[in-house]
């Protein structure tokens, strides 16, 4: 297990992109601090050694793995790492309305061959004309660090997409550029995104959430993969309440 992640009580009088981006908006909070932690834990574990492409996902959805995916990209590029945060849930897309970004062009005309990859990656200037508060933004250490590339237009086969080869040369070429590339997939078992996508990367953070997905499913979601190749970093916790991180 890589992190323990204690979701905070929601609150009527905060606007849901705070809550969602708390690594930004209030990054000394509980939650915060978690994803500082899981950021320090995937560093100790050795990434270096296991390699910098990272897929996120979950056994099901609602657990929290898109959340996941951008504060921790936000973590890592405070901490001074050249992070990209990759849109690759094709099925239902939340990165780009997460930074306030638009959805098209990205990674889908990339991998169709219409763009260039160098031409969709969104840098902190494109964030802070997407919408996100700007003295915060500009008060960010480290922001500059962070680059975002969303999902593209909608495609009608995404797993087919994402099995084209130029997936695989996108990654290398983007290892060369990045210390870090997340990408944000779909869930696990309703569909084989994921599976596909993680036989590529370097490895998978699966997110589960307790209380709301069955343990079995989550065991499910790890052999289904291992089966494929695809090496299991770790597991995020989400949603655990405090007396079982005491």
């Not at 939340?94 to 970004?101: N, P, Q, R, T």
Request: proline share 4%.
């Amino acid at each position: 297990f890589l992190s323990l992640f204690r979701k905070e009580d929601k609150t009527s009088d905060v606007p849901d992109l705070q809550k969602s981006l708390v690594a930004l908006f209030d990054p000394t909070s509980i939650a915060g601090e978690a994803y500082k932690s899981l950021r320090t834990n995937l560093d100790l574990s050795g990434l270096k050694k296991v390699g910098n492409a990272l897929v996120i996902t979950s056994s099901a959805p609602q657990e929290g793995k898109t959340q996941t995916v951008c504060n921790l990209g936000v973590s890592m590029a405070q901490a001074g790492q050249k992070v990209i945060i990759i849109g690759s849930d094709f099925r239902k897309p939340m990165i780009y309305k997460l930074f306030g970004l638009k959805r098209s062009p990205g990674l889908s005309e990339v991998l169709i061959g219409k763009v260039p990859w160098q031409k969709v990656i969104n840098t902190a200037t494109d964030i802070l004309l997407g919408g996100l508060e700007y003295e915060k933004i500009l008060k960010t250490q480290g922001i500059e660090n962070l680059h975002i590339m969303t999902c593209g237009e909608r495609t009608p086969n995404p797993a087919e997409l994402l099995s084209f080869p130029e997936m695989d040369s996108l990654i290398q070429d983007l290892k060369q550029e990045f210390d870090v590339i997340l990408f944000d997939s779909s869930p696990t078992l309703p569909v084989t995104d994921s599976a596909i996508l993680g036989a590529k990367a370097d490895g998978v953070i699966l997110i589960y959430q307790a209380g709301k997905t069955a343990r079995q499913a989550l065991f499910r979601s790890k052999i289904q993969l291992e089966n494929v190749g695809v090496k299991i970093i770790g597991v995020v916790i989400n949603n655990l309440k405090a007396k079982y991180i005491e």
